[in-house]
């Protein structure tokens, strides 16, 4: 009756990964902003979809244009770039349309809430208008080449969850070097600490803000393209579940923190994999039970640093 | 003693009292009395808006309105449909509006302008064919000698794939006066729709509802799907007729779904009857994509027989993982994946899934073929779904209904509400031959078929195309007549 201890942690890797990738993009934002960006599910659901249309998949009968689809698709790897190229750019034009008038008149982080779920309802709508409602699968020969599944000593996981992982995986060491190391990386981690200090130091924070949202949006992007060849698109409201169990994971890892995000989503994958069999329709209570057991613990987060208020 | 002066009053200028709400809103500024008086008289004109728009919107029951008489201006009867063309269910609301379109223009091809589609109900499909097959199996009955017909128009909404998208749908198309409603799509969505169209005493034919208990809701619910109970175990028997060793059986389910959960405890209830308790029973959702972890936790008690109660997108997205992770064994499915449209998401792997049917299109009768031709011509050839023909059927039993009542002059002189009690009984009293075969109906509204059929889903070499194949045909007994719930 037991499942191996090595089926759950890939299980728990498969799905946690995908939450990291997600409560990066929030992370990105938010340690910039302090603000929440609600809109990230929405271009999670538009990687998946610009992911299917560069694919060369077709528009559903329900859509704007039905039958409408490129005359020739892309190989997996290269369609799912220019999806994340997309969704960043998506984020970009909301960051420019929802997000910079308020920040020019210093608005309240929460009107920045509200904007950013208008925006991500409003994206998610037009997707609907123009791809309908129906669910969209890849074709089978998206991996061609690869096996269905790979055993691992006894332990079972389809071979697009491991192209996943390790898409995951390199994206967050290269994330994580970038900001360690690059130029603009420090410059957008400086403007995350100080926005002020940063500016007197001549960093163009407005210049950092736009890089974070065209980061985090590509991010969701690359999350929805590899989901959507995972586990299909079931429609487009696909990406606002990802996006709540990454806002989750955000808060589980620590608000703004980019090891605790990574920490985070694992940590929540391996929580769902850890369900029994017996209780599996309990499994996102008890996701989100630990995620309240956490916050009641340590209220920053497992690895979030504890705000200190200056008086 | 200090003699203290009271405070004096502020004056307060009369002003009107939107631009003064208004600025207090838009500055948050002001005494706390004025705050006060500001926020009171927002309220009280809020108050005021809604009342009036209330007054507006108020409509006089169209149950109490005569019909006017056969042959004059709004003298049409509408039939309306409430379907989910949005949401997770929308590939069975898809398959609905063919079926239902279908049987309109066939039926009823003369109404000028006779299918109204409501705002939401998306782009038309399954219009005319442009040679129109000869017309053998339709029951086409004329009003008496010389009386003017009254046409049904079918007026389409979509209800959505959650209760509350389709009670508005019922709502609306009840305020608007239809005579009749076909919907809604699910199940779940019927235990909270139906109620109120029983209360307002709109006659109901469900297409696709096949829980227990749907047509007990009250006298004026029936439905046209046959339920689970009696269908369900036939798929189950045909697994175990190929493979009489099996004796682990794993078992997955949707468990926020009314339909699937009363339907994985009537295939549970036969397999205990063959002797099998499950292995492993795993509770998924509709909302699901991912089923990795109750996928490799049901795979490690090694199951022979995988079944399946979910929709068609969670289902479909099941059955591919289940072979992705290595799973051979037979898969029986449920009627929520009774549709072409699981196909494209199961695709190679949906090949060789056990299903049991209240649809062949093999069925040779002059109506089922009069469908398949009118299918065929607006779908590039390909085989009807269960779900299209419970459409047509449900439309066309009504139509008839209709026509019969007509031939009697039995709409003359009726309010609306009379007429909609007046087709339900004579919808109740009738014998219809359909795509589905020779049906009628139980005094409460239970479907009587006497046909069902097990198929086996074949896939092409595309891998995204495929069909059902009949694998056998199976006579059963009516089923017992339910005590009515809500009479």
């Given at each position: ?5 090595l089926?759950i942690?890939?299980?728990?890797a ?11 993009g ?7 902003l ?21 694919m ?7 859509g ?10 892309l ?7 220019l ?7 998506a984020?970009?034009l909301?960051?420019?349309l ?9 608005a ?9 779920l ?9 997707l609907q ?8 699968a890849f ?8 096996p269905?599944?790979i ?5 079972r996981?389809?071979s697009?969850q491991?192209v996943?992982l390790?898409i995951?995986a390199?994206?967050v060491?290269?994330l994580?070097?970038?900001?360690e190391?690059?130029?603009?990386g420090?410059a957008l ?14 960093i ?13 949006g590509?991010l ?20 606002i579940?990802?996006?709540?169990k ?10 703004g ?7 985070g989503?694992l940590l929540?994958?391996l ?5 029994p069999?017996?209780?599996s329709g ?14 009641v613990l ?10 200190r208020?200056?008086? | 003693m200090?003699?203290?002066t ?9 002003s009107?009292?939107?631009p ?10 002001g005494?706390p009395?004025q705050r ?7 309220a ?11 007054a507006?919107?108020?409509q006089?029951?169209p149950?109490q309105?005569p019909?006017?008489?056969a ?5 049409d009867?509408t039939?309306?449909?409430?379907i989910?063309?949005?949401g997770?269910?929308?590939l ?5 509006r ?7 223009n ?5 109404v ?10 998306g782009a ?13 199996g ?11 017909r009254r046409?049904?128009?079918l007026?389409i ?9 389709a009670?508005?749908?019922f709502?609306l198309?009840?305020?608007?006066g239809v005579a ?16 109120i169209?029983?209360?307002?005493g ?10 227990k208990?749907?047509p ?11 339920q689970?109970?009696v ?6 028997e045909?697994a175990?007729?190929r493979?009489p ?9 949707a ?7 009363a339907?994985?405890?009537?295939f549970?209830?036969?397999?205990a ?23 490799t936790?049901a795979?490690q ?10 929709q068609a997108?969670?289902?479909g ?6 072979r992705e992770?290595g ?15 699981i ?23 002059p109506?089922?073929?009069?469908f398949?031709?009118?299918y065929?011509r ?5 085989t ?9 059927t ?5 139509h ?12 003359n002189g ?13 919808l ?10 020779p049906?009628?109906?139980?005094s409460?509204g239970?479907?009587?078929q ?7 889903v ?11 194949t009949l ?5 059963l ?5 339910v005590?009515?719930i809500?009479?």
């Amino acid at each position: 009756m037991t499942v191996s201890l090595l089926q759950i942690l890939l299980n728990g890797a498969a799905s946690g990964g995908v939450y990291a990738l997600v409560a990066l993009g929030y992370t990105l934002v938010f340690s910039v902003l302090g603000v929440i960006n609600f809109a990230q599910g929405a271009l999670f659901s538009l990687g998946g979809y610009l992911t299917f249309l560069l694919m060369g998949g077709r528009i559903g009968v329900n859509g704007a244009l039905p039958g409408w689809g490129l005359p020739a698709g892309l190989a997996f790897v290269p369609a799912l770039l220019l999806a994340a190229a997309g969704a960043g750019l998506a984020s970009l034009l909301l960051e420019r349309l929802a997000f910079a008038p308020l920040r020019r008149r210093g608005a309240e982080p929460l009107l920045f809430l509200i904007t950013s779920l208008g925006a991500g309802l409003a994206l998610v709508n037009l997707l609907q208008i123009l791809m309908g409602a129906e669910g969209y699968a890849f074709p089978a020969t998206a991996l061609a080449g690869l096996p269905d599944s790979i055993n691992l000593w006894g332990a079972r996981i389809r071979s697009i969850q491991v192209v996943l992982l390790a898409i995951c995986a390199v994206v967050v060491v290269a994330l994580t070097l970038w900001l360690e190391r690059s130029r603009q990386g420090k410059a957008l981690r400086a403007v995350a600490e100080d926005p002020t200090t940063a500016r007197l130091l001549g960093i163009d924070s407005d210049a950092m803000v736009r890089l974070a949202f065209l980061l985090s949006g590509a991010l969701a992007g690359l999350g929805g393209g590899l989901v959507g060849v995972s586990v299909s698109l079931a429609g487009p409201y696909f990406g606002i579940g990802y996006g709540l169990k990454g806002l989750a994971v955000l808060v589980l890892g620590g608000l703004g923190s980019v090891p605790g995000a990574i920490a985070g989503g694992l940590l929540m994958g391996l929580a769902e994999a850890l369900v029994p069999a017996e209780a599996s329709g309990w499994r996102d209570a008890l996701a989100f039970a630990i995620l309240f057991a956490v916050l009641v613990l340590r209220p920053s987060g497992l690895l979030g640093r504890p705000l200190r208020e200056k008086v | 003693m200090p003699t203290s002066t009271p405070p004096s009053r502020p004056s307060v200028t009369p002003s009107p009292p939107w631009p003064e709400a208004a600025a207090i809103l838009a500055s948050g500024l002001g005494g706390p009395q004025q705050r006060q008086r500001g926020a009171l008289r927002l309220a009280l004109l809020l108050l005021a808006g809604v009342g009036l728009l209330a007054a507006a919107g108020r409509q006089v029951d169209p149950a109490q309105r005569p019909l006017p008489a056969a042959g004059t201006p709004g003298s049409d009867l509408t039939i309306g449909a409430v379907i989910a063309l949005s949401g997770n269910a929308n590939l069975y609301g898809q398959d609905q509006r063919l079926g239902i379109t279908l049987a309109r223009n066939w039926f009823d091809p003369e109404v000028p302008g006779g299918l109204g589609q409501g705002p939401s109900a998306g782009a038309p499909t399954g219009g005319p064919p442009a040679e129109a097959p000869q017309r053998i199996g339709s029951k086409r009955i004329a009003a008496p000698m010389g009386a003017p017909r009254r046409a049904l128009k079918l007026q389409i909404e979509d209800g959505g794939s959650n209760e509350t998208t389709a009670i508005s749908g019922f709502n609306l198309l009840i305020n608007r006066g239809v005579a009749a409603l076909i919907g809604p799509t699910l199940s779940q969505q019927a235990f909270a729709a139906d109620p109120i169209a029983q209360r307002r005493g709109v006659p109901v034919v469900a297409p696709s509802n096949t829980a227990k208990g749907i047509p007990q809701i009250g006298h004026f619910i029936s439905r046209v799907s046959a339920q689970s109970s009696v269908i369900a175990p036939l798929s189950v028997e045909e697994a175990l007729r190929r493979d009489p060793t099996i004796k682990r059986v794993a078992v997955f389910f949707a468990q926020d779904d009314a339909y699937s959960t009363a339907e994985t405890a009537i295939f549970q209830k036969a397999l205990a009857a063959r002797g099998l308790n499950p292995v492993s029973v795993q509770r998924t959702q509709l909302a699901d994509n991912d089923f990795q972890n109750p996928i490799t936790a049901a795979l490690q008690q090694k199951p022979q027989l995988v079944v399946i109660s979910a929709q068609a997108v969670d289902g479909g997205n099941l059955i591919r993982q289940l072979r992705e992770l290595g799973y051979r064994g037979l898969i029986v499915v449920g009627n929520g994946l009774n549709t072409p449209n699981i196909y494209p998401i199961c695709q190679r792997w949906c090949d060789g899934i056990l299903i049991a049917q209240a649809y062949s299109p093999e069925l040779a009768t002059p109506i089922n073929r009069t469908f398949l031709d009118l299918y065929r011509r607006t779908n590039a050839h390909q085989t009807p779904s269960q779900i299209t023909a419970q459409a047509w059927t449900a439309y066309q039993v009504l139509h008839e209904a209709a026509q019969r009542l007509q031939q009697r002059g039995g709409f003359n002189g009726l309010r609306l509400g009379q007429a909609r009690s007046a087709l339900m009984d004579e919808l109740l009293a009738g014998h219809y031959d359909t795509p589905l075969g020779p049906i009628h109906f139980q005094s409460d509204g239970e479907l009587v078929q006497g046909r069902f059929y097990v198929a086996e889903v074949r896939m092409g070499p595309d891998g995204r195309s495929g069909r059902f194949t009949l694998v056998h045909e199976t006579s059963l007994p009516p089923p017992a007549t339910v005590p009515p719930i809500g009479r």
